[in-house]
């Protein structure tokens, strides 16, 4: 213990110093040699993370995840309430994490819940709100419209259906944009570049969370709701978890009880590539 004491990184990253939507961005800035970087910015806010580099092109360069001293997987990060955390330990030393064996060798992220504080009951009630907009899009060429294929002259061709933009100048001219529909529906528009249509596309995303915990001597009772809806339109994401955490000592005896459940719903779109690729 002495050993691994001497290579650690102690974090007190409690509430609301948590990113109330994902627990890796909530230490962002926190630990050198800690790198995050976001790799889905939906509902789900994917991220990776590397602690001691890049060991490995072709395996696993994630450090491991340790709750209340039992491994788990790093991707049951996302479903801890950021609010039970009482304490983060980064471990980057091979000293220090190989105590948890072959799993460590890429670092080690460990967190301690809260528990029951002695003295008079405490009752907590808070609530958060956050909004995300596209803060930028890339930027597009304004002089051709959608089209793939040429013609005799080597000139592009419109196609209403393509995606691409090699097709021929545009000129204003009505033309129909999209296949025609089962009853002979037809969207037309004029053949023009349409300054904000892609990031008209896009909505303001919503994220409310809620939070009650009851504290009182050896017990801890926490719950939480998450409602997410993303930029992308008609993406949600649900999250409901409760968290109970009980102690007792006799003499040289220590009995702890933990659980947690966790419960998500959500409805997003089944393809991110293709709705990017679209828009």
Known sequence: FKQKTAYEIRLSLVGSEMCIRDRQNGLTGKVSGLNISTTNSGVFANTRITLRGIRSLTGNNQPMLVLDGVPVALS?????????????????????TAIYGPDGVNGAIIITSKKGIKGRPVVTLSNTTQLE??????????????GYGTDAFGNGTFEPIEQ????????????????????????????SYNE???????????????????????????AQNV??????????????????RAEKEYNRIKATFSLRYTQTEYDITNNNQLVYYGV
């Open 164 to 191: 691409q933009s090699w097709g021929p100048a545009y000129d204003g001219s009505i033309r129909q944009f999209g296949q025609t529909g089962p009853k002979g529906e037809k969207l037309e528009m004029p053949y």
């Open 133 to 146: 907009s596209i803060a930028y899009m890339p930027k597009f060429q304004k002089q051709f419209g959608g």
């Open 227 to 244: 409602g997410i809806n993303g930029t992308i339109p008609g993406d949600k994401n649900n999250r409901r978890s409760v968290n109970l």
């Open 196 to 222: 904000n249509g892609r990031r008209n596309f896009f909505q303001t995303g919503v994220t409310t969370q809620t939070d009650v915990s009851f504290s009182t001597g050896d017990f801890y009772l926490s």
């Open 76 to 96: 049951f990060l996302n479903s801890i309430n950021p609010n039970d955390i009482a304490d983060v330990s980064i471990l980057k030393s091979s000293a220090g």
